[in-house]
């Protein structure tokens, strides 16, 4: 896998949570890393971080649910990297309600983070691929919400299972180009996207029904996040959508 070490790694929403682990990650691994998110200091923080460890990250804010924001961020990697090699498209929010009380503008929010933003992301990416001619990897972040239902979130679930569609789409249309895309669809990870829940009494409730009960860390989907990047391992896998759940699904 150590074909990763000089590729021009995007990572979104890099400022907390898996996509702050996925840029460590593949900036030991030793792609140059582009970090995007909106917020800067954190992005700032992470690539002093992966300075100081001796690898190299840029900070490129971006505000996921912006075309515009996207494509300008995707242009300035371009120009002070290189063409993308890999993308990792993980930028992502959660809003919770029942189906009958869902605002409009959180279910906007929810659709244009977590299924507009990625598209339009991917896409920029796939143009500079594609002018390049080398081929890519592509990483979207889906989740077991891509085939199941969770309890409240049914435009996340909506926007996940689309996400899930999205990566066959684009297997079929850009692997021709040697650009493979894949997912990974988390089960539940302790990060900012859980707020406070994790500690309630649902949230305490919810782990002990899991079948291991136990949350997964960032940490736990490193290796997969390793072979989908890297060209040969990933060779034939496109179009994939991977569950990390610790079993839930299965359940
Ligand atoms: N943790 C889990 O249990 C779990 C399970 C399945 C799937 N996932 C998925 O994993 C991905 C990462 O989530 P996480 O768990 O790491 O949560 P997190 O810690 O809340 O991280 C979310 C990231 O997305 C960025 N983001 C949100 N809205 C954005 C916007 N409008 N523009 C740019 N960046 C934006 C945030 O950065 P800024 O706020 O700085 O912009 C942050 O870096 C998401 O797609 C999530 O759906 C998570």
């Not at 909506?158 to 493979?180: P, V």
């Amino acid at each position: 896998m150590s074909d990763i070490a000089g590729k021009v790694a995007w990572v979104t929403g890099a400022s907390s949570g898996l996509g702050e682990r996925f840029a460590r990650v593949l900036a030991d691994a030793g792609a140059v890393v582009a970090l995007s998110a909106r917020r800067v200091e954190r992005l700032q923080a992470l690539a002093a971080e992966i300075a100081a460890a001796g690898g190299r990250a840029v900070v490129v804010p971006m505000d996921a649910t912006l075309v515009a924001d996207i494509r300008a961020a995707a242009e300035r990697i371009e120009a002070e990297l290189g063409a993308v090699d890999i993308l990792v498209n993980n930028a992502g929010i959660s809003r919770q309600a029942r189906l009958e009380a869902f605002s409009e503008g959180d279910f906007d929010a929810v659709l244009d983070t977590n299924l507009k933003g990625p598209f339009f992301a991917a896409q920029a990416a796939a143009q500079q691929m594609i002018r390049a001619g080398r081929g890519g990897r592509i990483v979207n972040i889906g989740s077991i919400a891509s085939f199941r239902t969770i309890g409240h979130q049914a435009p996340y679930a909506m926007a996940k299972a689309g996400i899930a569609m999205m990566t066959q789409c684009m297997a079929r249309e850009w692997g021709r180009h040697g650009i493979n895309t894949n997912a990974i669809c988390p089960g539940y990870i302790k990060t900012e996207i859980g707020g406070e829940f994790w500690g309630t009494e649902a949230g305490e409730k919810l782990v002990a029904s899991l079948p291991r009960r136990r949350l997964g860390e960032p940490r736990d989907l490193d290796a997969l996040l390793l072979l989908l990047a890297s060209g040969e391992a990933a060779r034939f896998i496109n179009g994939a959508a991977i569950v990390a759940d610790d079993g839930l699904m299965a359940f």
